[in-house]
């Protein structure tokens, strides 16, 4: 099921969202499936949680919507389903004028469901606080329409800036064999939901 087929979902984005992340063992479920696919029993054995309850989490996960079974394999017998979190291609400006409000919606919602549980299961395992580098921080600004368009601007040329020092860490690697590290990176800016007070802030300028 792809992130713009809304079709079979039984339930609104926002209520899938607050389900998968509503138990610690369904947001470590979906940090592991963000990764790639696996089996019920190879996701037990990397959260260290038994296999029952896993397979318990993933069969509820599939029918809400959160997560996607890719295949069933035959094994001695035996059915292996194996599973992964929602695949989501990357959207050009034009994919995204070309879908529903409701198709945006659940792109939308399952980006922030993934990045909330790989930020909850940072601070439950304690790496947040590992590194004295960890960056989190959220503020809402009063801009005009210019002011808005220069942050997403800001944010663009970030998220490009990011993805050439991966692949230039990448070649590095390459030649040294150095060990690689993961680092969670979340860029974003929206409208708020709520319309926030109104701030006069006075912007000292002073010459260079």
Not at 91 to 102: K, L, R, S, V, W
Not at 121 to 137: D, P, V
Not at 146 to 157: K, Q, S
């Amino acid at each position: 099921m792809q992130a713009g087929s809304i079709a079979k979902r039984k339930k609104r984005i926002g209520e899938v969202i607050a389900y998968a992340l509503g138990h610690r063992t369904r947001v470590l479920i979906l940090i592991v499936l963000n990764e790639g696919t696996y089996t019920p029993g190879q996701v037990a054995g990397m959260i260290d949680e038994p296999v029952q309850s896993v397979s318990n989490h993933i069969r509820d996960m599939v029918a809400i919507g959160s997560i996607e079974l890719v295949k069933t394999v035959k094994r001695r017998n035996m059915e292996q389903h194996h599973y992964r979190a929602i695949e989501m291609p990357c959207y050009t400006e034009e994919d995204f004028a070309a879908m529903t409000p409701e198709q945006r919606d659940v792109t939308w919602g399952l980006i922030i469901q993934s990045m909330a549980a790989e930020m909850m299961a940072a601070l439950w395992q304690g790496t947040l606080r590992e590194n004295n580098k960890t960056i989190l921080s959220w503020r809402w600004h009063n801009v005009d329409a210019e002011g808005e368009l220069e942050i997403y601007a800001v944010l663009e040329e970030a998220w490009e800036r990011v993805w050439k020092i991966e692949c230039d860490s990448m070649t590095r690697v390459a030649k040294t064999k150095a060990k690689t590290r993961s680092i969670l990176v979340a860029l974003g800016a929206f409208k708020r939901a709520k319309k926030g007070p109104t701030r006069h802030v006075t912007c000292e300028v002073t010459d260079s």
